[in-house]
Each structure stands twice: as structure tokens, then as C-alpha cells.
């Protein structure tokens, strides 16, 4: 990857950033394809994944969530340690490098239960990558358990977990912030988490949930404290732009961002945040179509095959049941791209 990390200095101006959203989608599609195909040429990347959703039963209220048990989603679930270990297995036989354990706030399952699933899971599993729990999930179980953030997060390394993921990022400006997730981790200890991780030699991604009832405004924002942040502790690998799903919540919105506006935040993601390697379209929240194209758009990555999702495909995203391999790969190569598998730490596997 090039050094481009000053190339973004005029547009730390916030002013000057929001003035990119007025350039034409294909002015910018090219400023920000141009730093993309600097960085990483025709690749797109993806891994062999298994996301894990151990519960839904959750302490905290946000008004975009589809996925917590809630009078629009009656089905709660709390699964048990025997049966994400067998999920574990069933998918690492299916070709899973990597585990992705994330969930609600559940009172239930404390620290003890999760440093418990990763000692079992790595003692089984030696060889899978396990990226969990957000920094929503360390701020909850640090304020349930009375351990501070380091502790916490110290616990998590010494049990097995590998990295962390980049969810609870929600959008960082205060006042919005407060509307849709009042009482989850708030942005300042959000970064402060990753910050903690990152300086125990780990690393994390970052995301932004965009298409809401934030701005232009809260997306510059949101993208220049992750510019700061990763000056400061350099240990972010991914950044991803989340888009809004609209179903089974209590978020009121009426307008939903177009395919060019969500081309445009990934554009200017990319230019915004040199410093931070690769940007993914999160292929489980645009779209796989939407998706391909946006690797014209300043994008590099898809995330993977997924295999099972809960999250966002409660709140309507097609995500439900992952992709396969082949299909992806056959996707990737349509849209005339060279498919890159990787690992989770973004290490080549196979270029197909
Ligand atoms: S987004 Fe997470 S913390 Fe918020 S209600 Fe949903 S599961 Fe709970």
C-alpha cells in the first residue's frame, strides 16, 4: 500500500470535506478509485467467514435495532456454549477461517461466560481466527463485570480473541447519538476501547451507520474523528460504511439514501481516511450489486461468505443466509476484478 496518508490534509477542514458531496458521483467515484487503485489495483478482497450471534436479549434500547427481542421481533434467543460450539465445528468443516461473535446486552451472559466460550472455542478451534465483541459489548461488560476497559479487553487477548470488530460505532456526533442509542457506549470511550486495543499490539475495523436521520455533517465528522484516531493509535485495518436497514425498528425514517448518496459516503470514506487501509462494502447492509460497484467507488473489500447473519437481515437486509464462495468469486470476476482471498488480518490467501 502507498503512503498517502498527507494526501487528505485539505480536507481535514470539515467545510472542504462536506464540499465533496457536491462533486458529480463520477468526479469523485475517480478521485477516490484513483487512491483505491494506488493502494490495491484490480483486487477485491474477501474472507471465509461465520458470523455468531450468541443472543438477542438486550439491556439497551436503540432505536435502529431490528435485531433485539422487542414487541417488533418477539423471538428472543440465548444460545448456550454446546450449541456455538457445534456451529463452531459445522462451519469451520464448511471452510470458515474466521468466527465473528458479536450480540446484544444481555445480562445473562457476563464476562465469565464469554472469556469461557473463547478459551473453549481457540482450545478446540487452535487455528480460527476469532474476531468479537464491539466496543459496545466492552463498554457493557466492563460496567457489568466493575472491570475497567484494559481489564476487560486484556481478559478477551488472553482468552483467544484475536481482533475486534468495528460495530457500536453507530454514528459518533453526540446529539444524534443520543437520539437513536442513548445508553449505549458513548463516542469518546468508543474510541478509547479501540485505542486500549490497539496499544496491546491488536488490531480492530471501524464503522459508521449512515442513512438515518444524521447528515452530511455527522458523516464528515464521524469520518475525521477516525482519521484522528488512527493518526493516533494506527491499528484500524477496515473501515465500513453501514447503510441503515429499515425494517422491525423504531427509528421513524422516511427518506432512505440513494444509491449515489451511499456511493458517494464510501467515496469520500476513501479519501477522507488514507490512513486507514482498506474500505469495505459491507455487501450484507448494500447489497451485493451495489456493492460490486462500489469497488469503483473508492472500495476494496465485501467482507465475506457470512454463512449465517442476524443482525442486519432483522432489520431487512438479504444477509440471511451468506453466499457462497464460488458465487462471490464468479461475482468479483463479472464485475473485472481480481478475487483476493484473505485472512481476517487482511494477509493474502489466494488471488483467484
Ligand atoms: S444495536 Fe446492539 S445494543 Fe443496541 S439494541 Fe440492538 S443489540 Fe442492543
Avoid at 442513548?182 to 499490539?201: A, F, Q, R, Y
Avoid at 451495489?290 to 461468505?305: H, K, N, P, R, S
Avoid at 447473519?309 to 451468506?322: C, F, L, P, R, V
Wanted: proline content about 3%; charged content about 25%.
Amino acid at each position: 500500500m502507498a503512503n498517502q496518508s498527507m494526501d487528505n490534509q485539505e480536507f481535514l477542514d470539515p467545510n472542504k470535506a462536506l464540499k465533496l458531496y457536491d462533486l458529480d458521483i463520477f468526479t469523485l467515484g475517480k478521485m477516490a478509485d484513483s487512491i483505491r487503485q494506488d493502494y490495491f489495483g484490480k483486487k477485491v478482497f474477501f474472507n471465509s467467514n461465520r458470523h455468531i450471534n450468541p443472543t438477542n436479549e438486550c439491556a439497551d434500547v436503540c432505536k435502529f435495532c431490528g435485531f433485539s427481542a422487542h414487541r417488533k421481533n418477539p423471538n428472543a434467543y440465548t444460545m448456550n456454549q454446546e450449541e456455538i460450539l457445534r456451529i463452531a465445528r459445522d462451519s469451520i468443516e464448511a471452510g470458515a477461517l474466521e468466527l465473528h461473535i458479536v450480540g446484544a446486552h444481555n445480562p445473562k451472559l457476563n464476562l465469565e461466560w464469554y472469556l469461557e466460550l473463547f478459551k473453549t472455542l481457540k482450545a478446540n478451534f487452535p487455528q480460527i481466527h476469532i474476531k468479537a465483541l464491539t466496543a459496545a459489548e466492552v463498554n457493557y461488560l466492563s460496567v457489568l463485570s466493575g472491570k475497567s476497559y484494559e481489564e476487560v479487553l486484556k481478559l478477551m487477548a488472553q482468552s483467544g480473541v484475536d481482533s475486534m470488530p468495528g460495530g457500536g460505532a453507530e454514528i459518533f456526533d453526540e446529539k444524534i447519538r443520543a437520539f437513536v442509542c442513548k445508553g449505549k457506549v458513548d463516542s469518546t470511550n468508543w474510541l478509547k476501547i479501540h485505542k486500549i486495543w490497539h496499544s496491546l499490539g491488536k488490531k480492530s475495523n471501524a464503522t459508521m451507520l449512515f442513512g438515518h436521520i444524521e447528515s452530511r455533517e455527522h458523516r464528515i465528522d464521524h469520518l475525521l474523528r477516525l482519521y484522528y484516531a488512527q493518526e493516533d493509535s494506527g491499528g484500524f485495518n477496515a473501515f465500513i460504511p453501514l447503510v441503515y436497514q429499515k425494517e422491525n425498528n423504531f427509528l421513524n425514517v422516511k427518506n432512505f439514501p440513494s444509491g449515489q448518496e451511499i456511493l458517494k459516503t464510501i467515496a469520500i470514506a476513501r479519501i477522507l481516511l488514507p490512513n486507514i487501509p482498506h474500505i469495505k462494502a459491507y455487501w450484507a447492509t448494500l447489497g451485493l450489486n451495489l456493492a460490486m460497484v462500489a469497488q469503483e467507488f473508492g472500495a476494496d473489500d465485501i467482507d465475506g461468505t457470512i454463512q449465517r447473519e442476524a443482525i442486519q437481515s432483522a432489520s431487512g437486509s438479504k444477509s440471511a443466509n451468506g453466499i457462497l464462495k464460488d458465487e462471490l468469486i464468479a461475482q468479483i470476476k463479472n464485475a473485472g476484478f481480481t478475487p483476493v482471498e484473505r485472512d481476517s488480518l487482511y494477509n493474502e490467501i489466494r488471488l483467484y
